[in-house]
T-cell receptor, first 114, second 112 residues
């Protein structure tokens, strides 16, 4: 069974540009989460989807971040326009039945905003 | 707001030695997770601890949970080089945000 995959693995962009990150959860997992780790800080929760619906987006830092999960399969996280402080590692995770179940993480996308 | 503190944040130890990583959290939790991350890789789930007094073991790693003290420990017995990684504890509180709240991670280096 394939794990959670994320694309791209690395992205280097300039301030003001747009970047879109993609996450493919484990097949059949309805719950999908985005997290972010800024250098030197903890991994922080961003938002949670159940199928295509946003259940909790309390961790989204501001309105420059837009997450979608059309059709309840893969998800995208767009940052527009990117700022220097958006640099970090963006993780995606999925779980089968609920947020109390073990979350399986992808390898992350390393984003560097110059 | 739930806070999770791990210590130490960095640990260098020799093979064959024993050591413990501590994870304290600030509010009542429904469950606690331990993850391992190798450089550039995914976070790999190690243990899920659900109740007070829970103890789980896998190979040279043993995790325990004391909900009254709001403390979990990850004990390493007779460490081997392959256990070198970053270890995270994470807490699901149930009453707050949907996601996990993580500690900063413990970067563990085991030297031959």
């Amino acid at each position: 069974e394939a794990g959670v995959t994320q694309f791209p693995s690395h992205s280097v962009i300039e301030k003001g540009q747009t970047v879109t990150l993609r996450c493919d959860p484990i097949s059949g997992h309805d719950n999908l989460y985005w997290y972010r780790r800024v250098m030197g800080k903890e991994i922080k929760f961003l938002l949670h989807f159940v199928k295509e619906s946003k259940q909790d987006e309390s961790g989204m830092p501001n309105n420059r971040f837009l997450a979608e999960r059309t059709g309840g399969t893969y998800s995208t996280l767009k940052v527009q326009p990117a700022e220097l402080e958006d640099s970090g590692v963006y993780f995606c995770a999925s779980s089968s039945r609920g947020m109390w179940e073990t979350q399986y993480f992808g390898p992350g996308t390393r984003l560097l905003v110059l | 707001e739930l806070k999770v503190e791990q210590n130490p944040l960095f640990l260098s130890m020799q093979e064959g030695k024993n050591y413990t990583i501590y994870c304290n959290y600030s509010t009542t939790s429904d469950r606690l997770y331990w993850y391992r991350q190798d450089p550039g890789k995914s976070l790999e789930s190690l243990f899920v601890l659900l109740s007070n007094g829970a103890v789980k073991q896998e190979g040279r790693l043993m995790a325990s949970l004391d909900t009254k003290a709001r403390l979990s420990t990850l004990h390493i017995t007779a460490a081997v080089h392959d256990l070198s990684a970053t270890y995270f504890c994470a807490v699901y509180s149930g009453g707050g945000a949907d996601g996990l709240t993580f500690g900063k991670g413990t970067h563990l280096i085991i030297q031959p």
